[in-house]
């Protein structure tokens, strides 16, 4: 069974700061995606970044980016010039590549406040 | 909106009763995952459909069950409800049995409370 971990159970930043989030993992497998979710107050789950486990290449989508470890199995999330609307909760899921009985393995969470 | 409609969106009912939760998976889409939240657990995936036919469980009780029909909309059965059961209760679609690229789209939730 896969594991995800993210450290940081609340951060706090100022309106257009940078902030680092992060998220480790634990698998046996090799084929697999890694996805960052952000869930604001509404509750809704938002996808905000895929990574794909056989490209070495980090994603970036705007102002998100990713750093992607394999080898150390470290999923990070860069919010650069962060918003207001960037405050929710932000989670780091895995999930093995054809699915299986995990489904999408989260993290518990990283609740990103960014101050105006 | 990611097109995946999820009824009721709150609920609030007593132990040791049986509710349905209701999903409707995005045009086209033939696989529903149902996720579970609470404060102590986490997200918790609980049980996946594609096309009609269970393809992956979960950590779901024996208490819950889950099917999807022919117009591939889904149902969550919890029966024997308990104050644990009190959650948001999410439901998830995408096109293939393992996720277009690994991406799912989930619906709103329905957030149960069980009293």
């Known amino acids: 069974a896969q594991t995800v971990t993210q450290s940081q159970p609340e951060m706090s930043v100022q309106e257009a700061e940078t902030v680092t989030l992060s998220c480790t993992y634990d698998t046996s497998e090799n084929n697999y995606y890694l996805f960052w979710y952000k869930q604001p107050p509404s509750r809704q789950m938002i996808l905000v970044i895929r990574?794909?486990?056989?490209?070495?290449q980090n994603a970036t989508e705007n102002r998100f980016s990713v750093n992607f470890q394999k080898a150390a199995k470290s999923f990070s999330l860069k919010i650069s010039d962060s918003q207001l609307g960037d405050t929710a909760m932000y989670f780091c899921?895995?999930?093995?590549?054809?699915?299986?009985?995990?489904?999408?393995?989260f993290g518990k969470g990283t609740h990103l406040i960014i101050q105006p | 909106d990611s097109g995946v409609t999820q009824t009721p969106k709150h609920l609030i009912t007593a132990t040791g009763q049986r509710v349905t939760l209701r999903c409707s998976p995005r045009s086209g889409d033939l696989s529903v995952y149902w996720y579970q939240q609470s404060l102590d657990q986490g997200l918790q995936f609980l049980i996946q459909y594609y096309n009609g036919e269970e393809r992956a469980k979960g950590n779901i009780l024996e208490r819950f069950s889950a099917q999807q029909f022919p117009d591939l909309h889904s149902e969550l059965n919890l029966s024997s409800l308990e104050l644990g059961d009190s959650a948001l209760y999410f439901c998830?679609?995408?096109?293939?049995?393992?996720?277009?690229?690994?991406?799912?789209?989930f619906g709103e939730g329905s957030r149960l409370t069980v009293l």
């Open positions: 990574q794909e486990a056989y490209k070495q």
């Open positions: 998830a679609s995408s096109v293939e049995a393992s996720g277009r690229n690994g991406e799912l789209f």
């Open positions: 899921a895995f999930m093995k590549r054809g699915g299986g009985a995990d489904g999408l393995t």
